[in-house]
């Protein structure tokens, strides 16, 4: 059972613009979400999380909007750069049967910044 | 401050060895956890370690197995090498427990041939 999903593996933007990925989850217990950028073979980089008290949460260029009701966050890039160009994880995790720190991952979107 | 470090990078074993990775987290973190990536499965949860205890186990076989140590530095062994267990391993540290943000190591690279 896949309980948080990026339905897109990849996405192509061109320099500037912005770039949307996209994710959504299933399990309603989750509470804090957060979006790593990895490049092959490299661990994972922390870009930005968000806890489901708020709907919103921006750093720089990156924003991340989340909405409950709907179980879907997504990350905006704004402007687009092409040293964006990555795999993109969403991760979630939460408070139930004790704290914790497990994540669950997606699947990754492939973001291609197009010079 | 130094991020998390993980030894080795790279490693090849053959069917039915055993062996021990290391992971070191930033000083001060306290929890670390353990992920294996595959190309078919993705990024799936290891074990979760904090203050030497095992507070969480992903769905994986007993022959994964981790430890703590009291400086926080961890160890994760795999007994009985199987093909489908190459993968990268990573570790990634957090300050404490609960919902945190969890940085990550490089990862070792591990072939079973």
């Known amino acids: 059972d896949q309980q948080v999903k990026q339905n897109s593996p990849s996405l192509s933007v061109q320099e500037g613009r912005i770039s949307i990925l996209n994710c959504d989850y299933t399990?309603?217990?989750?509470?804090?979400f957060l979006w790593y950028k990895k490049y092959p073979a490299e661990g994972p980089t922390f870009l930005i999380s968000?806890?489901?008290?708020?709907d919103k949460n921006e750093d720089g260029r990156f924003t991340v909007f989340l909405n409950k009701s709907a179980k879907h966050l997504s990350l905006h890039i704004v402007p687009s750069q092409p040293g964006d160009s990555a795999v993109y994880f969403c991760a979630a995790s939460g408070i139930y049967g004790g704290a914790t720190n497990k994540l669950i991952f997606g699947t990754g979107t492939l973001l291609a910044v197009q010079p | 401050k130094a991020g998390v470090t993980q030894t080795p990078r790279y490693l090849i074993k053959t069917r039915g060895q055993q062996v021990t990775l290391s992971c070191s987290p930033i000083?001060?973190?306290?929890?670390v956890s353990w992920y294996q990536q595959t190309p078919g499965q993705g990024l799936q949860f290891l074990f979760e370690?904090?203050?030497?205890?095992?507070?969480n186990k992903g769905n994986f076989p007993g022959r994964f197995s981790g430890r703590q140590f009291s400086n926080s530095r961890s160890e994760m062994n795999v007994s009985t090498l199987e093909l489908g267990d190459s993968a990268l391993y990573l570790c990634?540290?957090?300050?404490?427990?609960?919902?945190?943000?969890?940085?990550f190591g490089p990862g070792t690279r591990l072939t079973v041939l």
């Open positions: 399990n309603s217990m989750f509470d804090y």
């Open positions: 000083s001060g973190h306290r929890s």
């Open positions: 968000i806890s489901s008290i708020k």
């Open positions: 990634a540290s957090s300050p404490s427990k609960g919902t945190d943000t969890q940085y």
């Open positions: 370690y904090f203050s030497e205890t095992q507070r």
